[in-house]
């Protein structure tokens, strides 16, 4: 970790630091540990959230808990219900895959929604996160930030989905950031070029331990059964059978609620230890995505 890269995460935060201050978006790894450590060196104002997503491991949820300065918040529904893990998978009939992230939609990516939100996006994450994030991005109404980055003459990207990236944190990158957060869910990633060994570096230095799952060999720190996690899932479930028992009891009830509907699983899908066999690719014979589509 070099103090060029600390002090131009800084600058970073300083740079685009919008009149009502930053929504930090804390997920209680090293990463969001670093970017609280940021903001709070840099001077901007912010305001720490997480998003109860009720599958979060125990060690994360007393570790977030410990912090003063972090809002946990709950995801509700239009009724001011809590929306869990549970029901999403009842609501939409089919467990969360790779390809139908809607957990991550209902859980997570609701808050900030007009605000500039501080991330601990980086590129070292995954290759896809390298082609599809910058130093600033901005999420919707993409046709109106693009021709104001033309109009101002910012250099920028999009990516498939339509978010607009910034990869350089000149001037007209901040005026573009002024104009269109309000309308839109900016994301500025500080330490979007810091690679693992600057993350531990930094926490070292500043006596910040993280979250103790790390110090249990855990590399990444997120939602029980994630479909993204891949085998790591095993390890998991190993540490948190009743999560296991959980999610095959809502699998159950799911099968239950898709004969109710007149939705009929494939043969092969008979209880909930059937789909979580699925899910967790266990058993190569049984349906794949593009057959549960037509389901």
């Known amino acids: 970790m070099t103090p060029e890269k600390e002090q131009k995460a800084i600058e970073r935060l300083k740079l685009f630091e919008p009149p009502d201050g930053y929504y930090l978006a804390y997920s209680g790894g090293k990463d969001s540990d670093c970017i609280k450590i940021l903001a709070q060196l840099a001077g901007v104002k912010f305001e720490a959230h997480h998003n109860l997503t009720t599958v979060d ?3 994360t949820v007393y570790y977030v808990r410990s912090q003063p300065d972090v809002i946990i918040d709950k995801a509700l529904d239009a009724n001011g219900n809590q929306i869990t893990m549970w029901n ?34 980086r590129w070292a994450e995954s290759s896809k996160r ?5 130093t600033v991005k901005i999420i919707g109404k993409p046709k109106t930030t693009q021709k104001i980055a ?36 900016t994301m500025v990633n500080p330490i979007i070029d810091w690679i693992d060994n600057d993350v531990w570096d930094f926490l070292n230095y500043y006596g910040c331990k993280s979250n103790p799952l790390y ?21 998991e479930f190993m540490r948190y059978p009743k999560f296991k028992n959980i999610y095959i009891a809502v699998f159950d009830k799911m099968l239950k609620r898709r004969e109710e509907l007149g939705k009929a699983a494939n043969l092969s899908w008979k209880t909930g230890l059937d789909v979580f066999r699925w899910w967790m690719g266990e058993d190569f014979t049984q349906i794949t995505f593009d057959d549960l589509e037509e389901l």
């Open 88 to 121: 999403l998978i009842l609501k939409n009939l089919m467990p969360p895959t790779r390809l139908a992230r809607y957990c991550c939609s209902e859980l997570k990516e609701r808050s900030g929604r007009g605000r500039v939100v501080i991330t601990g996006v």
């Open 150 to 185: 033309e109009e101002i003459g910012a250099d920028y990207d999009v990516t498939r989905q339509g978010g607009l990236i910034m990869n350089d944190d000149n001037d007209e990158s901040r005026r573009m950031v002024e104009q269109c957060y309000r309308t839109t869910k």
């Open 215 to 235: 110090e249990c060999g855990f590399k990444r720190i997120g939602c029980i059964g994630c479909p993204v996690a891949g085998k790591h899932r095993y390890v």
């Open 57 to 59: 491991a125990p060690e």
């Open 130 to 134: 390298k082609e599809n994030a910058g």
